[in-house]
């Protein structure tokens, strides 16, 4: 109920504005429409749903899929920003660790970009300040151009100290995983410590985080697997704290010879009634796979998501609700600007 | 004598309906207030919905200072 610094939490007032932000969300015939439409109609019809605010904002630097892209990252920020804001005590605590992701996420964008040369303009189109880390801070790191100030810069904001062993391997390699690794695991540390099962709804919202660390192992897995890595060195990728992939079906996961050996293994895992058909050995791509996943956390998040109206729960559900909202309009956008056919997006699209 | 103790635990019994009513509707005032503020940020047209939300909790008060009042004029 309090949080660290003693305040009582907002539950009322952060539910009820997540709750009528909710009621704004696209619904699945918004979806449907969408997918009938251009690039350019998709933009208009996401300007009158919501989208306003950003979509006018950048509308005289940016024009296209750019910018609707810039703008939906734009308004997820905004939105995730305003319910920080508004929560208090323990409730921002568990938000705030939660958004924490959205660091990290921006780090790894500054940091890929500018391995690959990108601009700073191309860097901050994918960046999103709804972390800890507001757009004068972000500014700040992309401006830095060695990684190591980047990195150390970093640090500075969010306390995290790079273990020695991550710096040199990361150096030694230029391999970006070993970063992006630490901070993944970092993350879900961090997130499990701070939200603490004292009550029903963080206990449902920790064993939520639990089932995302099975869903983003069981992926690493399958892509490693399909690159042809598997037995010890996959393990240094996987995320400790899952819920029902723990260390030793991790290991017997990784230690399977194929995709199809591993899928027969998880078999008696929750989540694998909503992925039987995509991981089918001769229709299996990993694209399926993910989104059957994802759909999986969709409807993990939508079992609780009235259970308890007066706690964390609504505010996370919001919270998956937008981010999956953002993504889907990505996709659609995306697959009308490339011409994909419209069963194939539809398929891509998490609802 | 024992009429003034009489009147006076009338007069504790009306004041402990009051008090305790009105603890008790602010307590449930308080979540309906924060949660109706909370969705007028989001739509300031549902002020008048909202307003309402708000104060029917205020009616138990008004039960309890039906008793107190009982209990000055009809005990």
Redesign the interface.
């Known amino acids: 109920m309090f949080g660290r610094k003693g305040k009582a939490s907002n539950y009322a007032y952060t539910a009820a504005r997540v709750k009528a932000k909710k009621a704004h969300l696209l619904a699945e015939d918004d979806y449907s429409k969408m997918l009938m439409m251009t690039p350019q109609e998709i933009s208009r019809y996401i300007s009158e749903a919501g989208y306003t605010k950003e979509m006018t904002d950048l509308a005289n630097r940016e024009s296209g899929l750019d910018l609707l892209e810039h703008a939906t990252y734009a308004n997820m920020a905004n939105v995730f920003s305003s319910i920080l804001l508004a929560s208090t005590g323990g409730l921002y605590d568990m938000v705030s660790a939660y958004l924490t992701k959205w660091d990290n996420w921006n780090l790894k964008v500054i940091l890929r970009g500018k391995s690959y040369g990108l601009d700073a303009e191309g860097i901050r189109e994918d960046l999103v300040p709804a972390g800890s880390l507001g757009a004068e801070s972000l500014e700040k790191l992309v401006s830095l151009e060695a990684d190591d100030d980047i990195l150390a810069a970093f640090g500075r904001m969010t306390h995290i100290n790079f273990p020695q062993d991550v710096l040199a391997a990361y150096k030694a390699r230029s391999n970006l995983a070993e970063i992006e690794d630490y901070l993944d695991k970092r993350y879900y540390e961090h997130l499990l410590t701070v939200v603490r099962p004292t009550d029903r709804p963080s206990l449902m919202f920790r064993d939520y985080v639990m089932k995302e660390i099975d869903i983003k192992n069981f992926e690493t897995i399958l892509k490693l697997k399909l690159d042809g890595v598997r037995g010890e060195p996959v393990m240094k990728y996987v995320i400790p704290g899952g819920k029902q992939i723990d260390s030793k079906l991790a290991s017997q996961l990784a230690a399977a010879d194929t995709v199809e050996e591993a899928v027969s293994e998880v078999a008696q895992i929750g989540f694998y009634e909503d992925i039987k058909d995509a991981l089918d050995p001769k229709a299996a791509t990993i694209r399926e796979v993910v989104s059957g996943m994802k759909k999986y956390e969709m409807h993990q998040a939508k079992k609780f998501s009235h259970l308890y109206p007066l706690s964390v729960i609504p505010v996370l559900d919001y919270m998956i609700h937008k981010e999956n909202e953002v993504n889907n309009i990505r996709t659609v956008a995306r697959g009308a600007e490339s011409g994909l056919d419209r069963d194939v997006v539809k398929g891509l699209l998490v609802i | 004598m024992a009429e003034a103790e009489a009147t006076g635990l009338i007069a504790i019994g009306a004041g402990l309906a009051v008090g305790l009513a009105g603890i008790g509707s602010g307590l449930g005032e308080?979540?309906?207030a924060?949660?109706?503020?909370?969705?007028i940020?989001?739509?300031p047209s549902i002020f008048g919905k909202a307003m309402i939300f708000v104060v029917l909790p205020e009616t138990i008060v008004i039960f309890g200072l039906v008793i107190a009042i009982m209990a000055f004029f009809v005990l």
């Open positions: 308080k979540d309906a924060a949660a109706a503020i909370g969705a940020t989001e739509d």
